[in-house]
């Protein structure tokens, strides 16, 4: 079946850091991949998505490429800011269903 | 544009009492999605409705029922409410076409506790 595995967190970098979130799947066929970022009291909102293996989602300094030969999607920042602070979700649609799969979720917190 | 939207935002019941929790959508999908988030248990998916007058059970249906009243709206429905219903519920929706993935909107949630 299909299923997400993401870094166990909570994650505390300072301002400028480097961060990754490591994101791993299990699918049949072709997925989609993406990452998703929860701030405090909020729903979910896209970051960045990934339709076919080798691409690579982009959004607001945020990177992942989708590597279909390690099945994995991490996520990564150069220099991450105290506004990144977030819930970090990896989750991947299966195109023949219609159902979306999370990960568990990653807690960043970015400290000045 | 509002998107997604859910009602209410915070709700309080009692063991035993019922309650619907409503969204809408602005976006024309046609799917839509009930999850609830639990603490370390990322989002379960509840139910789904791939299109308007059709809905499928998700991973954790038990104790809950859906309507998909129209192509805007889909509800949630706990007839008898538990303590383990205690979780935040999302709802969202996508515009799915088999063979191709788009990705999904979500509500702002409703926080709920059964006591």
């Known amino acids: 079946g299909n299923s997400v595995t993401q870094m166990e967190g909570p994650v505390t970098l300072s301002e400028e850091a480097f961060l990754t979130i490591n994101c791993t799947y299990t699918?049949?066929?072709?997925?989609?991949l993406f990452w998703y970022v929860q701030y405090p009291g909020e729903g979910l909102q896209l970051l960045l998505k990934a339709t076919k293996a080798d691409d690579k989602g982009s959004n607001k300094g945020f990177e992942a490429t989708y590597r279909k030969e390690t099945t994995s999607f991490h996520l990564e920042k150069g220099s991450v800011q105290v506004s990144d602070s977030a819930v970090y979700f990896c989750a991947l649609s299966d195109r023949d269903g219609n159902q979306f799969y999370f990960g568990t979720g990653t807690s960043l917190t970015v400290i000045p | 544009n509002a998107g997604v939207t859910q009602t209410p935002k915070f709700q309080v019941l009692k063991t035993g009492q019922s309650m619907t929790l409503q969204c809408a959508q602005d976006?024309?999908?046609?799917?839509m999605y009930w999850y609830r988030q639990d603490p370390g248990m990322g989002l379960r998916l509840i139910y789904y409705?791939?299109?308007?007058?059709?809905?499928d059970k998700g991973e954790v249906p038990n104790g809950y029922n859906v309507s998909r009243l129209n192509k805007r709206e889909f509800s949630l429905r706990l007839e008898s409410a538990a303590p383990s219903q205690t979780s935040v519920y999302f709802c969202?929706?996508?515009?799915?076409?088999?063979?191709?993935?788009?990705?999904?909107?979500f509500g702002p949630g409703t926080r709920l506790t059964v006591t």
């Open positions: 699918a049949t066929g072709y997925p989609s």
């Open positions: 409705s791939a299109s308007e007058g059709t809905t």
């Open positions: 976006m024309n999908h046609n799917s």
């Open positions: 969202a929706s996508s515009e799915f076409n088999r063979g191709n993935s788009y990705e999904q909107y």
